[in-house]
């Protein structure tokens, strides 16, 4: 791969972490269940600290993908750390989808009566969709970069 475009793709990463920073600090402003709240009370709320809680595992995602980048950049991908990476990733994807899932519980079983919470659970939905295809695809991957990497140096053993 080309450096420019790994650079691309490194700085597409660092600006969706931007934009979902600035998503996460913005919303609970002026949406749902905080938008008349004080300033304290919105960041005091235990559903919106739970959702900066769980936006933990996104964050190490992409930055354990914009290692991997840097990895493929130093032509280093046949290595441990790729590996190392891609599991952190796949580990990720899974905790996060397994919060998600916990949070959409928790509003299914005790959101207020008169409130519809079908929007806020089929955005659950489809970010664990999400969070399972991208655990899919590390797992996928890692399997093939071990194998990859397990081939090379049983070769360079036989050499």
Do not use: W
């Amino acid at each position: 791969m080309k450096r420019a475009s790994i650079i691309f793709l490194q700085t597409v990463i660092v600006l969706f972490g931007i934009v979902v920073l600035a998503i996460l600090i913005r919303a609970p402003l002026t949406e749902g269940r905080a938008a008349n709240l004080d300033l304290f009370s919105i960041y005091a709320d235990p559903f919106i600290l739970y959702g900066y809680a769980a936006s933990i595992a996104f964050f190490v995602a992409l930055y354990k993908a914009f290692k991997l980048l840097g990895y493929i950049r130093q032509n280093n991908v046949f290595s441990s750390n790729s590996v190392g990476a891609l599991k952190s990733i796949k580990y990720c994807a899974i905790a996060l989808s397994i919060l998600i899932v916990a949070a959409g519980i928790y509003i299914i079983l005790f959101h207020d009566k008169d409130d519809d919470p079908a929007g806020f659970i089929s955005l659950c939905v489809l970010t664990t969709f999400v969070s399972i295809i991208v655990a899919t695809t590390a797992a996928i991957f890692e399997k093939i970069l071990q194998n990859a990497i397990d081939l090379k140096s049983e070769n360079d053993l036989t050499i």
